[in-house]
C-alpha cells in the first residue's frame, strides 16, 4: 500500500477545524483519520486534536488508545527519524531513527491532552530505555512527541508530578521532542490486535497489558461493543445494511465479530444474559436492530438466552444451517444479517418456539 506522509496534515489537524463527515471507515487513511467521528452528526464542526505517542509496539499501543471515549482514530506508524518513507524492516533495524509511533485524533471536547498522558504513562513501562519488555532497539522507546507548547509543558510536568512522587520505582526515561513528522505504517500493521486477537504474541503480550489499562481506565473507555466507533449502529433505522465482513472485522470487538461475522458459538453459561430477568429490550449488538422484548424470554435450561418470539416479524430473518450433520435453523439480524443464533421447535406455549440466542450478539436496555 503506498505510504502517506501525514506530518504536515496532522499539524494542520491540530490547527484547524474540520467538519466531521458521517463516519465511512472504508476510505483512504487520510480522510478516515479526520471522518474517524461516529458520533458527530454530518455537518457539526469539531475540532480534533492530535497526540503522538511512543510507548514500545504500536500494535498494542494503538489497541490501548482506541478503548479511550473521544479519541476518533489510531494509527500506527514512525516518527522521530531522520530517513523519509521508512518502511517497517527498516525501522526495525533501529537505523532510521524512527520510533515505532502512534497518531490519536481526538475530540479534546470529549477527551483532554492531560488524560491521554495519563493514559500514556499506564500504557506501558516508562522507565526502561528503548526497551519494552522483550522489544529491544531505539525503535521502542518511549516518547512523546508534542505538537505545540502547551502539550510539552503539560509532558515535562507530568513526567516531573510522577518521578517526584515515585510513581515508578526508577527515574522515566521517556523523551519529549517536538513532532516533526509521522508515516503511515504499512497497511497490515494496522488494527493489528483487532484483526489478529488470537495470535501468540497478541494473546500474550498486547491482551493482558490491554486487560491492565483497560481497568484503570473503566471509566473512560467506550461501550463494551464499541458503538461510538461503528457508525452503522442505530436503534431506529431499519434500512437494511449491506457492509462486508472485511468492514466489520475493522469496526467490531474480535469476540464479537467471531460470533456475530463468523458464527461462532458462545460457551452455554458463559454468556451476559442466558439468566437475565430484567425487563427491557433486546438489540442486535452489531447494527442496534430491535430485536426482542424481555416479555418474550423465557428460563432455558440450554445456557443461552433463549426467547419465544422477536418484537417483529422481519426484526430477524431465517437460513437453513446444515453444518456438523445437523439440520437447524440459522437466525440472522433483519437487518444487518449478522448471526444471532438457531430457532427450536422446543419452546413454550404459544408459539413453542425457541429462539436461541448468542449474548454476545445482543445489546440489552433496561426499561427505565
Ligand atoms: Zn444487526
New binding site residues.
Given amino acids: 500500500m503506498k505510504k502517506f506522509v501525514l506530518g504536515v496534515f496532522f499539524l494542520l489537524i491540530s490547527t484547524y477545524p474540520l467538519y466531521a463527515a458521517v463516519a465511512s471507515v472504508a476510505v483512504a487513511p487520510i480522510a478516515a483519520g479526520v471522518a474517524g467521528g461516529a458520533t458527530a452528526a454530518p455537518g457539526v464542526r469539531v475540532k480534533l486534536d492530535t497526540a503522538t505517542f511512543a510507548t514500545g509496539c504500536f500494535w498494542c499501543t494503538q489497541a490501548q488508545f482506541q478503548q479511550l471515549k473521544g479519541v476518533k482514530k489510531v494509527f500506527a506508524g514512525y516518527s522521530g527519524g531522520h530517513v523519509p518513507h521508512p518502511t517497517y524492516q527498516q525501522v526495525c533495524t533501529g537505523a532510521t531513527g524512527h520510533a515505532e509511533s502512534c497518531n490519536i485524533i481526538y475530540d479534546p471536547a470529549q477527551i483532554t491532552f492531560d488524560e491521554l498522558l495519563e493514559a500514556f504513562f499506564v500504557a506501558h513501562d516508562p522507565t526502561t530505555l528503548n526497551r519494552q519488555g522483550n522489544d529491544v532497539g531505539t525503535q521502542y522507546r518511549s516518547e512523546i512527541f508534542y505538537h505545540n507548547a502547551r502539550q510539552k509543558e503539560r509532558a515535562l510536568y507530568y513526567i516531573a508530578k510522577l518521578n517526584k512522587e515515585k510513581a515508578y520505582p526508577n527515574p522515566i526515561v521517556t523523551q519529549v521532542e517536538p513532532f516533526t513528522s509521522f508515516y503511515v505504517a504499512e497497511h497490515y500493521q494496522q488494527d493489528y490486535y483487532n484483526l489478529h486477537g488470537t495470535q501468540p504474541y497478541c494473546r500474550h503480550v498486547i491482551q493482558p497489558e490491554l486487560e491492565k489499562f483497560k481497568k484503570v481506565f473503566a471509566d473512560k473507555l467506550i461501550s463494551a461493543t464499541g458503538h461510538e466507533n461503528n457508525p452503522y449502529y442505530s436503534n431506529t433505522d431499519i434500512k437494511h445494511?449491506y457492509v462486508t465482513n472485511a468492514e466489520w472485522k475493522k469496526i467490531l470487538p474480535p469476540a464479537l465479530y467471531a460470533t456475530?461475522r463468523e458464527a461462532a458459538t458462545e460457551k452455554a453459561f458463559t454468556g451476559q444474559y442466558w439468566n437475565q430477568n430484567a425487563k427491557g429490550t433486546y438489540?442486535?449488538?452489531?447494527?442496534?436492530?430491535l430485536?426482542f422484548r424481555s416479555d418474550a424470554k423465557f428460563s432455558s435450561t440450554c445456557g443461552w438466552p433463549s426467547f419465544m418470539e422477536p418484537v417483529r416479524k422481519n426484526s430477524v430473518i431465517y437460513r437453513a444451517d446444515n453444518a456438523y450433520g445437523m439440520k437447524r435453523t440459522e437466525v440472522?439480524?433483519?437487518?444487518?444479517?449478522?448471526h444471532?443464533g438457531h430457532i427450536f421447535d422446543d419452546g413454550p406455549p404459544p408459539t413453542h418456539k425457541r429462539y436461541c440466542m448468542n449474548s454476545i450478539s445482543l445489546d440489552f436496555h433496561p426499561d427505565k
Fill in positions: 445494511l456475530a438489540y442486535c449488538a452489531v447494527c442496534g436492530n430485536l440472522l439480524c433483519g437487518r444487518c444479517e449478522s444471532l
